[in-house]
């Protein structure tokens, strides 16, 4: 199969998969917000930043840099499998003795319990490293994409189940488990791969050179993300940091996970591309694009709806969070559109570059918030879109000058996203105000009749004054038949 045929395939199986499983995490999410109080998602929010970075100690990078190396030996994987089992088993230990520490100083008395039964999640971490390597890096990405959506199924499934049945925010730490544990088996049983128990300390030398500037990346990454809630946490209290996450899990969350993982696709392509002396710029706007036609009208319409959208969705119990949502709509577009770029300066092994650019962020982001707090989440919240802002535009320098694409024609790769986003936008508003003017709609009735609104006029904006970009749709649907 050619490499076109491979990332098109990839992306309908990552796209149709993932969409699947935000929509089941949304809808898991939103049944939970409105079974569970503001002081179980503070709870296993916090909790979660600190297995978020035991998560990455025991991964060390060894997935990206199984994609980035080019010749890899059955030594090479046995060894960074073992290391990888080890390295987990060390960190779980790790975090189950100090989270009594932890606890004590957030002085939230209940984290101690929730973070030693959480911390299993990170063993699995490790015994699917190997797997997820693999099947990303030979592109078998309905295989890949089969494993996570099962388990996050599963797990959404189970953590419902468990809060009806009035388990609190155990429900939520008991879906995590499944659904780490069931994703390490799927990916083993996927992967033709299966270990040996032989260790070459020569091969964890060969493979630590590709996955340690990566692993830099991820922790300075983890520490420029995390601040904020932490800093929520431990100054604001858990219960403040429940309405940022729970603002958090139904914009900038899902959407930048599926994004991510909608990248991961075009990382071993870059890498490939790369490899055979082909340019970038093309396929990195083609992928822009993509990303920019869904994810900019359906953030923008969220902000329109984001006081209906609470109180109907949610619950009126959440409204202190409206705010903090919209600034994370706007933050997710930011993100979005730029999180293809660290994949075209790793595929170029620009790995020392995005260390760097890793490092001031990780400086920034927390000072950033420490400064904040004291404007409550609404700062915290504003604080991180204006420096991830300054950020992003650096980020944009780096890789368009990479690429030897210039901002206009990449902004025109954008431009029927853009303009039928405010085509949208625009009759939404002159809708609902029409409304308004004949009668007065229930909140529910003026929620879905703006959603549905904005989704004719985007679609068919598109469809009668952007031909083009008809096209090029069609065009991937004809591939991805084919």
Request: proline letters at 4%.
């Amino acid at each position: 199969m050619s490499l076109k045929k491979q990332t098109i395939t990839g992306f309908l199986w990552v796209a149709s998969t993932r969409m699947a499983s935000r929509a089941v995490t949304i809808t898991a999410t939103i049944v939970l917000a409105r079974l569970l109080s503001t002081d179980d998602f503070g709870l296993l929010a916090t909790a979660l930043i600190f297995l978020a970075f035991s998560e990455i100690v025991g991964e060390l990078g060894v997935t990206t840099a199984i994609i980035q190396k080019k010749e890899l030996s059955k030594l090479d994987l046995d060894t960074i499998f073992i290391f990888s089992i080890v390295l987990s088993l060390s960190t779980f230990g790790a975090l189950f003795f100090i989270s009594p520490i932890i606890s004590a100083f957030l002085d939230a008395p209940a984290l101690s319990s929730v973070i030693q039964l959480a911390a299993l999640s990170v063993i699995f971490t490790g015994i699917r490293a190997v797997s997820v390597g693999l099947l990303t890096k030979e592109m078998l990405f309905k295989k890949r994409s089969s494993v996570d959506f099962f388990s996050i199924v599963s797990g959404g499934v189970l953590a419902i189940s468990l809060a009806y049945s009035g388990f609190g925010v155990w429900s939520l730490v008991w879906g995590r488990i499944l659904q780490s544990s069931l994703g390490a088996g799927l990916a083993f049983y996927h992967t033709p791969w299966k270990p040996s128990f032989r260790f070459s300390f020569s091969s964890l030398k060969s493979m630590m050179n590709f996955s340690l500037p990566n692993f830099g990346s991820q922790i300075l990454y983890f520490l420029s993300e995390k601040s904020g809630p932490f800093i929520i946490a431990k100054m604001l209290g858990v219960n403040l940091l429940g309405y940022y996450t729970i603002a958090m899990n139904t914009s900038y969350g899902p959407m930048h996970q599926l994004v991510n993982t909608i990248y991961q696709v075009c990382f071993p392509m870059f890498c490939k591309l790369e490899q055979k002396s082909t340019p970038l710029d093309r396929a990195f706007c083609k992928v822009s694009f993509i990303v920019a036609f869904f994810v900019v009208p359906s953030m923008v319409g969220l902000i329109i709806v984001a006081d209906d959208f609470i109180r109907v969705v949610l619950t009126p119990k959440w409204l202190p969070s409206l705010f903090v949502l919209r600034v994370f709509c706007v933050l997710t577009i930011i993100t979005s559109l730029s999180a293809a770029i660290p994949h075209v300066l790793l595929a170029r092994h620009k790995q020392y570059a995005m260390l760097r650019f890793d490092m001031v962020c990780a400086v920034v982001f927390p000072a950033a918030a420490l400064v904040a707090v004291a404007y409550g989440i609404d700062g915290v919240a504003v604080a991180f879109l204006v420096v991830r802002s300054m950020m992003v535009a650096y980020l944009y320098r780096l890789g368009l000058f990479e690429l030897k694409l210039s901002v206009k024609d990449y902004l025109w790769s954008l431009e029927p996203a853009i303009t039928g986003t405010a085509f949208m936008a625009m009759f939404v508003i002159a809708f609902q105000h029409s409304i308004a003017l004949v009668a007065e709609p229930s909140v529910t009735v003026g929620l879905f009749g703006s959603c549905a609104a904005g989704l004719l006029s985007y679609v068919a904006f598109v469809y009668f004054c952007r031909p083009a970009a008809v096209r090029e749709f069609r065009s991937i649907a004809q591939n991805m038949r084919a």
